[in-house]
T-cell receptor
Framework: EAGVAQSPRYKIIEKRQSVAFWCNPI?????LYWYQQILGQGPKLLIQ????????DSQLPKDRFSAERLKGVDSTLKIQPAKLEDSAVYLC???????????FGPGTRLTVL | SQQGEEDPQALSIQEGENATMNCSYK?????LQWYRQNSGRGLVHLIL?????REKHSGRLRVTLDTSKKSSSLLITASRAADTASYFC?????????????FGTGTRLKVLA
């Protein structure tokens, strides 16, 4: 089966600009996750969807970050406006259902200058 | 604060030796998962162990779980250079139904040929 797809793979922006990331999970996977991974740290969960509903977004900086999963399939994560500390790899993952094995995409490496 | 903390932070061994890394967590869990991350393949799921299980095997991997001590260990036997990677444990916070996974800071394993 095809894996989790993410785009773009790399993005460089100036601070205060906006950026959006796209994720296409594995077909049939109900649960979708967005993680932020800062260099040298483990992934940090930003938001978790079950189908097209939000299960957890407690660690999402809602003043600047937003995410949606329309029709329970693809998802987009947006940052507006970006700050220097948002420089990280943004990982999308999906699983068949909550609590199962997560399949990760290749990630988007964001650099904020 | 981190739910899962891996120990040691870094480990260097010779090819053929065994590698053991540990994960400690703070709250009750539904399950615990181990992941590997290297530059070539990104984050890959290794093994999932449920809270009512004590030990699981997968190929050269052996995972144990001690819920009384809130700890888990990952043993890689007969290590290979290809095992060089960062290893993370991911624990769900145990909140009913959410399966909110928190990753530790990881153990960086280097296997010398």
């Amino acid at each position: 089966e095809a894996g989790v797809a993410q785009s773009p793979r790399y993005k460089i922006i100036e601070k205060r600009q906006s950026v959006a990331f796209w994720c296409n999970p594995i077909s049939g996977h109900a649960t979708l996750y967005w993680y932020q991974q800062i260099l040298g740290q483990g992934p940090k969960l930003l938001i978790q969807f079950q189908n097209n509903g939000v299960v957890d977004d407690s660690q999402l900086p809602k003043d600047r970050f937003s995410a949606e999963r329309l029709k329970g399939v693809d998802s987009t994560l947006k940052i507006q406006p970006a700050k220097l500390e948002d420089s990280a790899v943004y990982l999308c993952a999906s699983s068949r259902d909550r609590g199962g094995e997560q399949f990760f995409g290749p990630g988007t490496r964001l650099t904020v200058l | 604060s981190q739910q899962g903390e891996e120990d040691p932070q870094a480990l260097s061994i010779q090819e053929g030796e065994n590698a053991t890394m540990n994960c400690s967590y703070k709250t009750s869990i539904n399950n615990l998962q181990w992941y590997r991350q290297n530059s070539g393949r990104g984050l890959v799921h290794l093994i999932l162990i449920r809270s009512n299980e004590r030990e699981k095997h997968s190929g050269r991997l052996r995972v144990t779980l001690d819920t009384s001590k809130k700890s888990s260990s990952l043993l890689i036997t007969a290590s290979r250079a290809a095992d060089t990677a960062s290893y993370f444990c991911a624990t769900d916070a145990g909140f009913s139904g959410t399966y909110k996974y928190i990753f530790g800071t990881g153990t960086r394993l280097k296997v010398l040929a």
